[in-house]
């Protein structure tokens, strides 16, 4: 059970393993501490259901795959399909196939973009709404506004 994400103060890639019920954690790069708050559900392996670092509860799922790699497989086949007669596209989507069927499943939060692996899938998590995201990105930017004018 780890989550990974993107630290604030340097921007560099941190990777923490929650499995030990972790308290807080510290990025190797510049020392930044993370609190870390694991919910019950977290603590026994099962579903994220609130964001260890952002603590907010809005998560999406999608394959722990880089889709950019995806997109380059069927980018080399689309440019051999014509001399292959399709069949490099045929292979592309095989592979795309198997790929889907083998890789695991990540839950990634829509506030900071956390990646929570090796934890129970939850069927409410769907895929990247980009309606939802919108609708939460507009909402921090009114709060932010709120508290400015308050302040």
């Known amino acids: 059970m780890t989550v990974e994400f993107v630290c ?3 921007d560099k890639d941190v990777m923490r393993d929650l499995a030990n019920g972790a308290e807080s954690g510290e990025c190797p790069h510049c020392g930044r501490e993370y609190p870390i708050e694991l919910s019950a559900s977290m603590l026994q392996g099962g579903k994220v259901d609130r964001c260890v670092l952002c603590r907010r509860d809005k998560f999406y799922v999608q394959k722990d795959f880089n889709p950019r790699l995806g997109i380059l497989i069927f ?14 596209l045929v292979i592309a989507t095989i592979i795309d196939f198997i790929l889907y ?12 973009r956390a990646i929570y692996r090796d934890f129970e899938e939850d069927p409410e998590d769907r895929g990247f709404d980009h309606e939802l995201a919108m609708s939460l990105v507009m909402k921090d930017k009114r709060k932010q506004e709120q508290e400015k004018t308050v302040a």
């Open 8 to 10: 604030e103060n340097c």
């Open 75 to 88: 980018a080399i086949g689309v440019a051999f399909s014509y001399h292959t007669y399709g069949l490099t």
């Open 101 to 112: 069927k083998v890789l695991k499943t990540v839950t990634i939060c829509y506030h900071c």
